[in-house]
């Protein structure tokens, strides 16, 4: 796990990433972009930052291409607002958790069908052969027959021993 002031970092690259994104970079390729992590090495030398873009592949192509032609201002923006000897290089890494997410979504989504369409089927069964096809044990009345009789017949046997 990474030191305090190694996330601290960390936290403030992706807040002056985002907003180097948000109002000075206007670059026509550059898509709707959120930074959705930095990860810093332990010597806080390389950082890479995970971005989502909205749109399709192409998109996702042609901002990619516009953040790695911006990548030297975006670091020299970096080192100016955090004021470190050796400011970390910069590298752009699409973030695939959303498309991830999706398509979970959409596997829980075709489950849930699966379970209302078997709970369904099952509203009107009837289960096959027995009602209730478990074995019941025997009743208290019986038992307490039985041990009467049980007794009786001890009683009987000492009887005719003497």
Do not use: C, W
Request: glycine share 6%; net charge negative; proline share 4%.
């Amino acid at each position: 796990m990474a030191s305090p002031r190694v996330r601290k970092i960390a936290d403030r690259i992706k807040v002056i990433v985002a907003e180097m994104l948000e109002r000075r970079i206007k670059d026509p390729r550059l898509g709707f972009v959120t930074v959705t992590d930095v990860r810093l090495t332990g010597d806080a030398q390389n950082a890479t930052i995970y971005y989502t873009v909205l749109g399709e592949d192409a998109d996702q192509q042609a901002t990619a291409a516009a953040l790695e032609s911006a990548k030297g201002v975006l670091r020299s923006e970096v080192g100016r607002q955090l004021g470190m000897r050796h400011v970390p290089s910069l590298a752009f890494e699409f973030d695939g958790v959303p498309e991830s997410a999706r398509h979970l979504d959409e596997v829980l989504a075709r489950a849930r069908q699966a379970d209302e369409a078997v709970a369904a089927a099952r509203a009107g069964a009837q289960p096959a052969g027995e009602a209730d096809p478990y074995k019941k044990p025997r009743a208290a009345d019986d038992d307490e027959e039985t041990a009467d009789d049980t007794a009786d017949d001890l009683a009987d046997d000492d009887r005719d021993e003497d």
